[in-house]
């Protein structure tokens, strides 16, 4: 089996991604370095957010955090779908990435995520556009 394991780092500071570079550093402790000058703090300056392994219909790499747009049908037989918005999250029950809509979220419940059936399309992401969820 061969996957990339690829994650992306949201500076709540700076309201920014960091820059993709060969120079951040993660350790298993949840410090963030980057080129060796500062390190952050998981869930205090930093949030971590780790590439799913999926595409977009566009060729966009899906990282959790990512708000995506997928078309949902009632029926197997049904030629009409409607668009559903979903939050990309870690799944505990289904040990997966999978779909969290915005009554799921909000109930917090330990109610597991759907499954994210192409063509999954990327909207934006929780860090950047939060209001994409309301």
């Avoid at 668009?83 to 990309?88: A, F, K």
């Amino acid at each position: 089996m061969n996957r990339e394991i690829k994650f992306r780092v949201w500076d709540k500071k700076k309201k920014k991604f960091l820059k993709p570079t060969n120079r951040i550093k993660i350790t298993l402790d949840g410090q963030v370095t980057q080129a060796g000058k500062w390190a952050y703090a998981v869930d205090k300056k930093c949030t971590i957010q780790q590439f799913t392994g999926l595409e977009d219909k566009d060729g966009q790499d899906i990282y959790e955090g990512d708000i995506v747009s997928v078309k949902l049908y009632n029926d197997w037989n049904d030629d009409v779908a409607y668009d559903v918005i979903h939050l990309v999250q870690w799944c505990d029950v289904h040990v997966g990435f999978r779909g969290f809509t915005k009554n799921m979220i909000e109930s917090k419940s330990k109610m597991s995520g759907a499954g994210l059936p192409n063509p999954i399309t990327v909207l934006g992401n929780y860090c950047e556009n939060p209001e994409l969820l309301k």
